[in-house]
């Protein structure tokens, strides 16, 4: 069975910091791995994903994660916080068993941006 | 295109009332799939869809029935609530269910059973 598990449910940085949130899966088979973010009292939109190509992923916003097999992580990254980034990120995996689309999520982290 | 949309954004019921939660994608897309939001718990499969006519369970199917009658329409129903049940509700959908396509999110149902 996969599982996702994301360090920190809420992380706080200042504007202009580095963003760093966490994700660890474990999967029996090769995963494939998303970011979804969520603003308040909205849907969940695709940041970005890994399906096997390059281990480095660049996504929307001035968001990238990088893909390390030796150590099961997707950690998403951007350079600068800005403001607009407060939101719950969610990391999420599926795997080439799938029977359809089927996620598992992690469990969310919040991220708080202070001015 | 609207994308998926969810009616109603936000409903109370009270304990064994039945209710329909609708879901609708106007992009033809085949896979679509049901999720409840708890906090902490991220979001948990109920049931899904890989085409019109066929359904399946998730990882909490229980108290929950889906039927796909459309590729447009995917509705959820409680058939008796439970306050267990209080939860935010997402539809989703993707054009063909492969293991990388992107899934879109609905806006969400905001459901509390006293």
């Known amino acids: 069975a996969q599982s996702v598990t994301q360090l920190g449910s809420h992380v706080s940085v200042s504007e202009g910091a580095l963003v760093l949130l966490r994700c660890n899966y474990s999967?029996?088979?090769?995963?494939?791995l998303f970011w979804y973010v969520q603003y308040p009292n909205q849907g969940l939109q695709l940041l970005l994903k890994?399906?096997?190509?390059?281990?480095l992923v660049k996504g929307i916003n001035g968001f990238e994660a990088e893909f390390k097999k030796s150590e099961t992580s997707f950690h998403l990254t951007k350079p600068s916080a800005h403001m607009s980034d407060a939101a719950e990120y969610f990391c999420a995996v599926s795997d080439q068993n799938n029977a359809g689309n089927m996620l598992t999520f992690g469990g969310g982290t919040r991220l708080m941006v202070k001015p | 295109n609207a994308g998926v949309t969810q009616t109603p954004k936000f409903q109370v019921l009270k304990t064994g009332q039945s209710m329909t939660l609708q879901c609708a994608q106007d992009m033809n897309h085949e896979y679509m799939s049901w999720y409840r939001q708890d906090p902490g718990m991220g979001l948990r499969l109920i049931h899904y869809?890989?085409?019109?006519?066929?359904?399946d369970q998730g990882e909490v199917p229980n108290g929950y029935n889906v039927s796909r009658s459309t590729t447009e329409d995917f509705p959820l129903r409680l058939l008796s609530a439970a306050p267990s049940q209080t939860s935010v509700y997402f539809c989703?959908?993707?054009?063909?269910?492969?293991?990388?396509?992107?899934?879109?999110f609905g806006p969400g149902t905001r459901l509390t059973v006293l």
């Open positions: 989703a959908s993707s054009m063909d269910g492969s293991s990388t396509d992107t899934q879109y």
């Open positions: 869809s890989v085409g019109a006519g066929i359904t």
């Open positions: 890994y399906t096997s190509a390059a281990t």
């Open positions: 999967s029996s088979v090769p995963p494939y």
